[in-house]
């Protein structure tokens, strides 16, 4: 046992030598690592940073407006060597989203293959024959039309039913920063609790910056009191995103459009599976005209979505004072002119703001019955 412990004591006396030895040789170098090597180092981190932001350019300018709503400073950069990364950065991206969805279209005919020869799922089975049978409707009457609709604007009208035990979900930008308060202090009134979790610089372009999907399930998963969900979202979505499988879509294409509804959907069948009624506010006609084009576009894109769902559609433009896809900064009003926009074109003044918060309430059917 004795020589057990001094050989212990050996070894953790040598260890300890080491360590002195080791520190007085630094001491005396001064440095771990020699100058050198440091020095290539923040070489070699200034030159990646640099190449990562001359080709990335396009995406940080687009980050920036999306973001702060001005063009990027480096926007302006005039410079033909300059500009020559932008344009290397958008052929890497193409070729990365052509590569990509080679790949999702290889993997989708595997499976549909699959299904078809080896094991057909009901559900394959379902489309093939929908496909081979397509079902030939005949066209509604003017009543039946009439009916449907009203069936659909009652069940809507129940879903925005609400009592006091139950509360009120605020999803959205700077513009339902802008409004949701006046509807809070609405509902407070009349004892009806309510969420804001509304962020500005927000949308459902780029989930990575600011995930609604996410935050909304979360939100309504926590909270079972919640029926009522209100979501204004746009003008920080309309530029080419990012999708799901990583390949990037140019805005107002085919693919764009489609995966920008099957984000809407995404949200408003989590809610309304859960029996939350939604009210889904459109955005406004903008001051600067190319935003303005991309309103007009993203409203015609949300429509077409929202028509699909049992939920209440709000259009800001008319309210706003936007006719046919033109901005105005007043709304006229019982003879009088009401300025309802900020300076920058695109916020709401407090005026604006307490005119489309009472339109948005006023669809809210309150029920004194607990």
């Given amino acids: ?18 360590h002195v030895q080791l520190t007085k040789h630094r001491a005396t170098t001064g440095h771990i690592m020699p100058k050198g090597s440091v020095l290539g180092a923040l070489v070699f981190l200034m030159v990646s940073a640099a190449g990562g932001i001359w080709l990335m350019q396009n995406s940080i300018n687009a980050y920036y407006i999306q973001t702060y709503h001005t063009p990027s400073p480096m926007a302006s950069i005039d410079n033909p060597a300059w500009r020559l990364g932008g344009k290397i950065g958008n052929e890497l991206y193409a070729r990365y989203g052509v590569m990509t969805g080679h790949i999702a279209k290889f993997n989708e005919l595997q499976v549909a293959n699959f299904n078809a020869n080896f094991i057909p799922t009901p559900t394959a089975k379902q489309i093939q024959q929908t496909a081979d049978n397509p079902i030939i409707t005949e066209p509604m009457s003017a009543d039946t039309q009439q009916d449907a609709l009203d069936d659909r604007q009652a069940k809507i009208a129940h879903s925005l039913t609400i009592n006091s035990s139950q509360k009120v979900l605020f999803a959205g930008d700077s513009m339902m920063q802008g409004i949701a308060p006046h509807i809070q202090k609405h509902l407070q009134s009349l004892g009806i609790d309510s969420v804001n979790l509304s962020k500005q610089s927000t949308g459902l372009a780029y ?11 979360e939100a309504l998963t926590k909270d079972s009191s919640i029926k009522v969900l209100m979501v204004m979202l746009g003008p920080n979505d309309p530029w080419d995103m990012p999708a ?5 879509l140019k805005f107002d294409t085919a693919e764009w459009h489609t995966e920008y509804q099957s984000r809407m959907a995404d949200i408003i069948n989590f809610a309304t599976e859960r029996g939350v009624g939604v009210i889904w506010i459109t955005p406004p006609n903008m001051k600067k005209a190319k935003l303005n084009q991309q309103m007009m576009i993203l409203n015609d894109v949300m429509a077409k979505e929202l028509d699909r769902h049992l939920v209440k559609v709000i259009d800001s433009r008319p309210i706003m004072g936007g006719v046919d896809g033109v901005y105005h900064e007043y709304l006229s009003k019982d003879g009088k002119q009401i300025k309802m926009r900020t300076g920058d074109g695109i916020h709401f003044s407090v005026a604006g703001q307490k005119i489309l918060a009472n339109q948005v309430q006023s669809y809210l059917i309150i029920n004194n019955q607990p």
């Fill in 244 to 248: 799901s499988d990583g390949r990037y």
């Fill in 207 to 217: 989930p990575k910056l600011f995930d609604w999907s996410k935050t909304i399930k």
């Fill in 1 to 18: 046992m004795t020589n057990t412990n001094n050989q212990a004591c050996d070894k953790a006396n040598n260890h300890k030598v080491a």
